[in-house]
């Protein structure tokens, strides 16, 4: 459905963005951006196709926590204004209780700093095409946008939901891991087509 991301946005919002569920992966791709260009380069370094540059986890009523400088919460609305291509995924394993340990573990890190040290470690595993250093050196102190969400994961369930170890997945790795494993489903998806115009898919 070719739409307007700005109404795609509006007709989430005119029903209390009911389909979507406390603990749901929301992974984006800002089209624009250089930063988001670089984090998409570590992808194609590691022999993958390039499609996310952040992950967040949804929480209710249309808001999301992140890290971004910080880990804070923040408005979905900010993915709908045509600069970024969106895939929320469910974890449909979940219980109602694993949610709520999900939200409640993610929650935990709220405040806490951007870590800006393991994106170091990052460019330092590309460059050596390893995941040495992000392993070796990267602890739970700090966390950037897909290591958070791993980090949560982990302590909330005991569960990794990305092809890299703990404290060393990019937002590329937890899509590919997300697109293959029969625990996760693609549940909205909305992304420009080869035309230039925005669809939604889901």
Avoid at 24 to 40: F, G, H, M, P, Q
Avoid at 120 to 133: C, G, K, M, P, R
Avoid at 184 to 202: A, L, T
Wanted: net charge positive.
């Amino acid at each position: 459905m070719i739409m307007d991301p700005k109404e795609i946005y509006k007709k989430l919002a005119s029903n209390n963005f009911k389909m979507f569920l406390r603990g749901d992966i929301v992974l984006t791709n800002n089209i624009e951006s250089k930063i988001a260009s670089l984090i998409r380069f570590r992808a194609k370094l590691k022999g993958n196709k390039a499609y996310c540059n952040h992950e967040e986890m949804y929480l209710m009523n249309g808001k999301c926590i992140g890290a971004n400088k910080k880990v804070e919460i923040g408005d979905l609305s900010r993915f709908f204004t045509g600069k970024h291509e969106v895939y929320i995924f469910r974890d449909t394993t979940l219980s109602n209780e694993d949610r709520n340990s999900l939200v409640i573990e993610a929650i935990r890190y709220y405040g806490k700093m951007y870590d800006s040290l393991g994106i170091v470690w990052q460019a330092l595993d590309a460059i050596t095409f390893s995941n040495f250093f992000s392993k070796t050196f990267n602890k739970d102190i700090f966390c950037y946008c897909s290591e958070y969400i791993q980090r949560a994961y982990f302590n909330a369930l005991q569960r990794n939901p990305s092809i890299s170890d703990v404290g060393c997945g990019t937002p590329n790795d937890s899509f590919i891991y997300k697109c293959f494993s029969s625990d996760f489903k693609c549940i909205f998806m909305m992304k420009k087509n080869d035309s230039g115009k925005w669809e939604r898919f889901v």
